[in-house]
C-alpha cells in the first residue's frame, strides 16, 4: 500500500514536469539566424507592407518552390520580386522575377513561413498571407 502511494505521489509530481518543455523550433519573438542577411519590404494582402531584416523563409535564404512535380529553390540573391496569387488547396501561385529579367509562375506550401526582423521586433507570417516581397 504504501509502494502504491508513494508511485502515485510520483506521478502526480512527474506530470506537471513532462509539459514544461519546449515543441522545439524557435523560440517566440525571435527571429531565424541566415548565413546571410538579406533585406526586404513585404506587404501582405491587407496592403500592409513592412520593411524587413534577416529575412527567410521557414528559416532559409531560398524560396522554397514547385515547378511542375518538381521541387526548384532560387537563392533570394537572384530574387526581385515576388508576387503572390491564388491559393489551391495546400498550394500558392506566386509569379517570380529574377534580377535577370526572368519571370516564372511557380507554387509555394501556403502554409510556408516568412520570417524578419523590423529592428523594434521579431515578424512571422504564413505565405498564404502575403501579397509582395521585394528584395533589396
Do not use: W
Amino acid at each position: 500500500m504504501k509502494r502504491g502511494l508513494i508511485l502515485l505521489l510520483l506521478l502526480m509530481i512527474a506530470l506537471p514536469c513532462l509539459g514544461m518543455g519546449g515543441l522545439g523550433g524557435s523560440p517566440e519573438g525571435t527571429v531565424p539566424e541566415t548565413d546571410v542577411p538579406f533585406q526586404a519590404d513585404l506587404k501582405d494582402r491587407d496592403g500592409i507592407s513592412t520593411s524587413l531584416n534577416q529575412f527567410s523563409m521557414n528559416g532559409k535564404t531560398f524560396l522554397d518552390t514547385l515547378r511542375g512535380q518538381g521541387q526548384l529553390t532560387i537563392p533570394f540573391q537572384q530574387i526581385d520580386t515576388v508576387t503572390f496569387s491564388e491559393v489551391r488547396d495546400e498550394e500558392l501561385k506566386v509569379d517570380v522575377k529574377l534580377k535577370s529579367g526572368n519571370v516564372m509562375t511557380l507554387a509555394i506550401v501556403s502554409d510556408a513561413e516568412f520570417y524578419g526582423s523590423t529592428g523594434y521586433g521579431a515578424f512571422q507570417i504564413k505565405a498564404k498571407d502575403v501579397y509582395s516581397i521585394d528584395f533589396h
